[in-house]
């Protein structure tokens, strides 16, 4: 389970360019997908090995270009519920400004991990500005400029020294059981179908309140069924600050997601697939998830012929193209209608993600399929697949291709190879890794 870096600081400070810097520079791998403005707050950093997901708070912050103090509270109180550490960027051009003190008295007061981050000492006169920012009563400044690289990377050095250790006891434990996770964005149903599944049965309920990531595990375990339903805290208490909606739904989307195999992602049926949904699906792409859409409310749906249902289908899968192969159910967590049919389409994902194909059967039949249809020569070199295998105990299926050129195989063949692979064996409602390695 990774963890999470928040980026805080009054508007203009750099924060997002050094967002841009931290996910993109060289040492990382980049999980930085195009998408909406919102969607590009989120990002994945590995650095030296160690992973985290690192969050600007401010792209979520409406009104973000004025200076106003309240969404500057938004931002902070949101980082300080649910990050694991805070990045707290300043400018050294500009020196301390009253709206950073106001957020340094709010930092101080936090338990959470906090650095200090000089930024715009974009040349050498600037450093000498530095030293003022230890009035911030937060401790050592870390000059860096996010324009071109000078500190980031002593300060990535810092930033995974200070990261909470995670207690790999605690989720060795929680590793063997299913962890799913309901996800949508607000007002699509999800308190009404996890209280539809637990009921008031709550003596069957156990909370473990876990791990460094703040989440909420209810062990579900009746009817057959054994799971954790992951909530964040953050979701089940109210926030003390005016919330606006959308940008904490997203945020804690991204904490529940990041710790579950399988997300259960809640649509309204009276209201279609909207922007935030397309974001939410992106945050459980890019983390390689299991995937169950649920259409909630559609008891209040007028039409509910074949016809319709089908283009509802056909408007999800496209919204959410190219991963296509995902199951769709449409029910209402009002009436429990179809909730269990929920549950055990959930449970066939998870056992989907952790289905593992024999390589003489994989070699067999993907032989037949390569010779029907070969990679494409490049240049006039022919790609020849050798050898396939599926690697042992990984989290997502994932398959490697062994063969003579590996990177002339482009994407086009690969998802006719994804395609031809879940046409024979069952990866429905999962992602898979397919990778080219030289024979």
């Known amino acids: 389970m990774g963890q999470l870096v928040a980026i805080v600081g009054r508007p203009n400070v750099g924060k997002s360019t050094l967002f841009n810097r931290l996910t993109q520079s060289r040492t990382a791998i980049v999980d930085e997908t195009a998408g909406t403005t919102r969607d590009r707050q989120y990002g994945k950093v590995d650095w030296n090995g160690k992973e985290f997901s690192i969050v600007d708070t401010g792209g979520w912050v409406v009104n973000s270009e004025d200076i106003f103090e309240g969404e500057i509270n938004k931002q902070v109180a949101l980082a300080i519920e649910q990050a694991d550490e805070i990045l707290f960027v300043v400018d050294a051009m500009n020196g301390v400004t009253d709206l ?62 200070k990261l909470p250790e995670r207690n790999e006891d605690e989720e060795a434990a929680l590793e063997d059981i299913p962890k799913f996770a309901i996800v949508g964005r607000p007002n699509a149903g999800k308190s009404s179908i996890i209280n539809a599944f637990i009921g008031e049965e ?92 649920c259409v909630n409310k559609w008891d209040l749906v007028k039409d509910k012929s074949q016809v319709a249902i089908k283009h509802f289908e056909d408007a999800i899968r496209n919204k959410f193209a ?56 490049n240049k006039g070199k022919y790609i020849k697949i050798k050898y396939i295998t599926m690697l042992k105990g990984s989290r997502i299926p994932t398959f490697i291709f062994f063969c003579n050129l590996p990177q002339w195989v482009k994407e086009p063949y690969r998802r006719y190879l994804e395609n031809k692979i879940r046409s024979h064996w069952d990866f429905h409602g999962t992602p898979i890794n397919l990778f080219m390695r030289e024979k």
């Open 100 to 161: 950073d003190d106001h957020v340094a008295e709010i930092l101080r007061k936090s338990s959470k991990p906090v650095l200090l981050v000089a930024n715009k000492v974009d040349s050498n006169e600037w450093v000498y500005n530095v030293p003022e920012f230890y009035s911030l009563g937060l401790g050592e400044p870390w000059p860096v400029s996010a324009v071109n690289g000078y500190g980031t990377g002593d300060l990535l050095d810092e930033v995974v020294h």
């Open 202 to 293: 709550r003596n069957i309920v156990t909370d473990i309140a876990g791990t460094t990531r703040d989440s909420i595990y209810t062990r579900y375990n009746k009817y057959g069924f054994d799971f954790y339903l992951v909530d964040t805290a953050g979701i089940r208490k109210k926030a003390k600050v005016n919330e606006d909606i959308e940008y904490y739904s997203v945020i804690r989307s991204i904490r529940a997601i990041e710790a579950s195999d399988v997300c259960i992602l809640m649509i309204d049926a009276t209201r279609g697939i909207e922007a935030q949904d397309c974001n939410i699906f992106s945050l459980i792409q890019r983390n390689k998830k299991g995937l169950v859409v």
């Open 322 to 377: 190219p991963f296509m192969d995902f199951p769709i159910i449409f029910g209402s967590a009002l009436t429990k209608q179809r909730i269990y049919k929920v549950l055990e389409t959930a449970v066939d994902v998870y056992k989907n993600r952790r289905r593992e194909v024999p390589t003489h059967q994989l070699n067999t039949v993907l032989h037949e399929d390569i010779a029907a249809y070969p990679p494409p020569a």
